[in-house]
């Protein structure tokens, strides 16, 4: 059995050999196929492990609330009042599940430092954005109580602000221009790189909200967002509606009046996102299966071809002795071999692809096992059925007949 | 075992196609072919020669009537054990040469013995040793595309010999060759015939060729019109008459056969 098989395999690969053009034009197919199907998965994987990993990185468990209403069409957040510290206060205190508040006022404004100036995102905020927003301090130190108090004019900033402005030595003790006065830089945040709708999140200047309030929006009492963060273990649905219930009441806003605000929940915006790429993923790897599929057909079509072409080589070994199974063995082996080549060297070219994309768009690189075994059984399966309906043909034809086969 | 006659004929019939469109190529043969014999099959075309010798090669399988090889009824064999025998027992040379293409001429020969599962330094080496009876010694390598059709028929016969077989069957051996290429095809049948004691049965319409066989069997309409012998027209290289060289010949002593390292399982010792 054993001798059988290895002689099948020797004849196979030998015809093969004999026809390699042919042999290359059939997995042709297959080759890009399986590549098509490991790409397309792989990097799928990639982007959803990329918005997953950003989207953690705004803060674990971290809801924002901002005023207007729920995203989506028709949504209206410029007529909707601001929250007020005392909303803020009210939240710390009547929310216990959340372990940090941090109340957000903000602009864009032009940063001047030196000869450098840069236009960047500039955060009034308290030292709960810290914990909040999952950032840490590279250099330097948070706020002060008194600072945050009276409002001093002192900032921490971001990595791409300080790579703008001074791109040489420590920024601490500096003074950078903030649109009309001068603050003092007492911290640096480490980076953490493109967020996960593609923005800089490094590209941010802090400073305490009341600093913020007063010299750059001029409003000594409104919020614009709040960053909440849950405790560990915290369901985020009961308390989003203890948040709702409570800002409803503080707003006044009557029994069937819509919310005139919106808390949002990143995890769940994550899960929507990799949910979203998962499905694109999945669209995009059918289609390459279907072209897989295509391959498959290419090789039977081959295959068949390749019968007609050899129908009188089949009659040369059936008249020399070859049995009927083994010249079916024979074909099978063949389209076997072929389709696993094929499918190996997709592999190879779906790897090689991934690894120049994944470069290309700062994705990570996740080598997944089971797509790639997939797409090789898979090819192999192709070989096997659409190898099999030639062989059998080819196996049972009389030998005279195929002899005399023009 | 009958040592003298190898393969007998009796009432073969065969017919193609049903009903009107039915045609009887061949009317109720009698043969026997003795071991060691070279017998020519002639006859004008549609006579049934070629009908006849794909019997004889059990390619195709008689309508009635009883066909022995050494014995072995051969029309209750089923399609695998025919082809058996054929591995076992049997090598063919055709008009077209029928080699495969692309395909060195080393390995075109080996192909019979890879079926054998006889491995690969005993193939290489029987291989070679087939094309140096052809004197294709230094062609091993070129394919049939770089091969004269001469060349190309002597490797079709080594590929025919290298099993050592009991039987040659030629259908048209020099068909498709020129006069002097002919002879030489038909000199180095003559000589596998004598100087191995391989039985030679051979189709062609040719009577030059027909002349090197010492009996000539003559088909019209699906019968045996004629059956002769005669006297071989060159004095046989070997001392033994035919009939002694079978006895002493490799033909019936299966020694050679498994010193080949053969699978003497043939299709009639199930």
């Known amino acids: 059995m054993t001798q059988m098989l290895l002689n099948a395999l020797l004849l196979a690969l030998r015809a093969i050999r004999r026809n390699l053009m042919r042999s290359f034009l059939t997995v042709l197919g297959v080759v890009i196929g399986v590549a098509a199907v490991i790409t397309m998965v792989t990097l799928g994987n990639g982007a959803t492990h990329m918005v997953s990993d950003q989207i953690s990185s705004l803060g674990s468990n971290l809801l924002i609330l901002r005023p207007g209403q729920q995203l989506g069409p028709g949504r209206d957040s410029a007529g909707a009042a601001s929250f007020k510290l005392a909303d803020v206060e009210a939240i710390q205190t009547q929310v216990p599940a959340l372990k940090a508040v941090a109340p957000v006022v903000g602009s864009k404004v032009t940063l001047v430092a030196g000869n450098q100036n840069w236009q960047s995102q500039v955060n009034g905020t308290s030292n709960a954005y810290f914990v909040a927003g999952n950032w840490n301090i590279a250099a330097g130190r948070q706020f002060e109580e008194d600072e945050e108090a009276a409002g001093k004019a002192v900032c921490i900033i971001g990595a791409t602000v300080k790579r703008q402005l001074f791109p040489k030595g420590s920024p601490i003790g500096d003074e950078v221009r903030v649109k009309n006065f001068s603050c003092e830089i007492i911290g640096l945040l480490q980076g953490k790189g493109q967020g996960a709708m593609g923005q800089d999140q490094d590209d941010v200047v802090l400073m305490p909200i009341r600093t913020a309030q007063r010299r750059l929006t001029g409003n000594v009492n409104d919020v614009s967002t709040l960053m909440l963060s849950l405790r560990d273990g915290v369901a985020a649905d009961p308390?989003?509606?203890?948040?709702?219930?409570?800002?409803r009441e503080r707003r006044r806003l009557s029994e069937n009046a819509d919310d005139d605000f919106n808390v949002m929940d990143t995890k769940q915006i994550a899960e929507t996102l990799s949910g979203t790429i998962r499905t694109m993923t999945g669209l995009l790897g059918a289609v390459a299966a279907v072209s897989l599929l295509v391959g498959g057909i290419g090789i039977m079509n081959i295959m068949l071809v390749s019968v007609t072409e050899r129908t009188r080589e089949i009659g040369i070994r059936l008249a020399i002795?070859?049995?009927?199974?083994?010249?079916l063995l024979q074909f099978l082996i063949e389209a076997v071999a072929l389709s696993a080549l094929g499918g190996l060297i997709g592999i190879v070219l779906a790897l090689f692809v991934c690894l120049c994309l994944t470069a290309l768009m700062h994705m990570p690189f996740l080598f997944n096992p089971g797509i790639n075994l997939l797409a090789f059984l898979f090819s192999g399966a192709i070989g096997i059925v659409f190898g099999y309906m030639p062989a059998r043909r080819a196996a049972s034809l009389d030998p005279i007949v195929a002899l005399r086969f023009e | 075992m009958n040592t003298g006659t190898l393969i007998s004929l009796r009432?073969?019939?065969?017919?193609?196609?049903?009903?009107?469109?039915?045609?009887?190529?061949?009317?109720?043969?009698?043969?026997?072919?003795?071991?060691?014999?070279?017998?020519?099959?002639?006859?004008?075309?549609?006579?049934?020669?070629?009908?006849?010798?794909?019997i004889l090669g059990c390619l195709d399988a008689p309508t009635s009537g009883a066909y022995g090889f050494r014995d072995i009824p051969v029309e209750a064999l089923t399609r695998n054990q025919r082809a058996l025998l054929r591995r076992h027992?049997?090598?063919?040379?055709?008009?077209?040469?029928?080699?495969?293409?692309?395909?060195?001429?080393?390995?075109?020969?080996?192909?019979?013995?890879?079926?054998?599962?006889?491995?690969?330094?005993?193939?290489?080496?029987?291989?070679?040793?087939?094309?140096?009876?052809?004197?294709?010694?230094?062609?091993?390598?070129?394919?049939?595309?770089?091969?004269?059709?001469?060349?190309?028929?002597?490797?079709?016969?080594?590929?025919?010999?290298?099993?050592?077989?009991?039987?040659?069957?030629?259908d048209e051996p020099t068909g498709n060759l020129d006069s002097q290429r002919g002879h030489?095809?038909?000199?180095?049948?003559?000589?596998?015939?004598?100087?191995?004691?391989?039985?030679?049965?051979?189709?062609?319409?040719?009577?030059?060729?027909?002349?090197?066989?010492?009996?000539?069997?003559?088909?019209?309409d699906g019968w045996v019109e004629s059956d002769s012998r005669k006297e071989r027209h060159s004095p046989p290289t070997l001392p033994l008459s035919g009939e002694e060289r079978t006895q002493h010949g490799r033909c019936d002593t299966p020694l050679t056969r498994e010193a080949g390292g053969v699978n003497e399982r043939g299709p009639g010792t199930p």
């Not at chain 2, 070279?38 to 549609?46: E, K």
């Not at chain 2, 100087?195 to 003559?218: F, L, N, S």
Request: no cysteine.
């Open chain 1, 321 to 327: 002795g070859a049995l009927e199974h083994e010249v």
């Open chain 2, 184 to 220: 030489e095809i038909m000199d180095l049948l003559t000589a596998l015939n004598r100087e191995q004691g391989i039985t030679v049965i051979m189709v062609t319409h040719e009577p030059e060729m027909a002349h090197y066989a010492d009996r000539v069997v003559k088909f019209v």
């Open chain 1, 239 to 247: 308390v989003m509606e203890q948040i709702r219930k409570l800002m």
């Open chain 2, 11 to 54: 009432a073969i019939t065969k017919t193609y196609g049903e009903g009107v469109a039915a045609f009887q190529a061949l009317k109720g043969i009698d043969l026997d072919i003795a071991a060691g014999q070279f017998v020519a099959i002639m006859g004008p075309s549609g006579s049934g020669k070629s009908t006849a010798l794909n």
């Open chain 2, 89 to 170: 027992y049997l090598g063919f040379v055709f008009q077209g040469f029928n080699l495969l293409s692309r395909t060195s001429a080393q390995e075109n020969v080996e192909l019979p013995l890879l079926y054998r599962g006889a491995e690969s330094a005993q193939r290489h080496a029987a291989a070679r040793e087939a094309l140096a009876q052809v004197g294709l010694t230094g062609w091993e390598h070129h394919t049939p595309a770089e091969l004269s059709g001469g060349q190309q028929q002597r490797v079709a016969i080594a590929r025919a010999i290298v099993t050592r077989p009991l039987v040659l069957l030629a």
